[in-house]
């Protein structure tokens, strides 16, 4: 029974004190990391204001009813290049011409302002972004518009 007594050292109430503080102390530092990392990376809101959102709500499922009934099928895709390309088929499925794009992109969970795209045709039911996107995983937000009419789209890219 000394030999063993000898091998491990009495449990004290300091030393479970230590244990104790050693633990909740690294969970809190653990806990605190996440949620800084939590806020300082996605914001957590779609609108700024919900209200005011929901008075346009009616507006905007008329929209999107309306370009649903155009038929355009969108194709986006990154070159070789890294430049955005954008066919757009009408509803019987040829090109679509003349044909206007613009744009943003913005990274995904980054809390980081949308930068504007630039696009110019390359040929019919074609656009190709001025600029380039940088690596990583994108979303773009595309304004297409062909006469008076106009669809919007959403994809991402990486």
């Given at each position: 029974?000394t030999?063993?007594?000898?091998?491990?050292?009495?449990?004290?109430?300091?030393?479970?004190?230590?244990?104790?503080?050693?633990?909740?102390g690294?969970?809190?530092?653990?806990?605190?990391?996440?949620?800084?990392?939590?806020?300082?990376?996605?914001?957590?809101?779609?609108?700024?204001?919900?209200?005011?959102?929901?008075?346009?709500?009616?507006?905007?499922?008329?929209?999107?009813?309306?370009?649903?009934?155009?038929?355009?099928?969108?194709?986006?895709?990154?070159?070789s290049?890294?430049?955005?390309?954008?066919?757009?088929?009408?509803?019987?499925?040829?090109?679509?011409?003349?044909?206007?794009?613009?744009?943003?992109?913005?990274?995904?969970?980054?809390?980081?302002?949308?930068?504007?795209?630039?696009?110019?045709?390359?040929d019919?039911?074609?656009?190709?972004?001025?600029?380039?996107?940088?690596?990583?995983?994108?979303?773009?937000?595309?304004?297409?518009?062909?006469?008076?009419?106009?669809?919007?789209?959403?994809?991402?890219?990486?």
């Open positions: 029974m030999t063993l007594a000898r091998r491990y050292a009495a449990m004290t109430g300091w030393r479970m004190f230590a244990i104790f503080i050693s633990f909740f690294i969970v809190f530092i653990v806990n605190f990391f996440m949620a800084y990392l939590a806020v300082s990376t996605f914001t957590g809101t779609v609108v700024d204001n919900s209200y005011v959102a929901s008075q346009q709500f009616n507006g905007w499922l008329a929209e999107a009813h309306a370009e649903k009934a155009l038929g355009w099928q969108t194709t986006v895709r990154l070159d290049d890294r430049h955005i390309v954008v066919r757009v088929l009408d509803k019987t499925g040829r090109p679509l011409a003349p044909l206007d794009a613009k744009g943003t992109m913005a990274h995904m969970l980054v809390n980081a302002p949308p930068q504007a795209l630039h696009f110019s045709p390359t019919a039911g074609n656009v190709r972004s001025i600029e380039r996107l940088p690596q990583g995983r994108w979303q773009t937000r595309l304004t297409l518009v062909s006469g008076t009419h106009q669809l919007r789209a959403a994809e991402d890219v990486k």
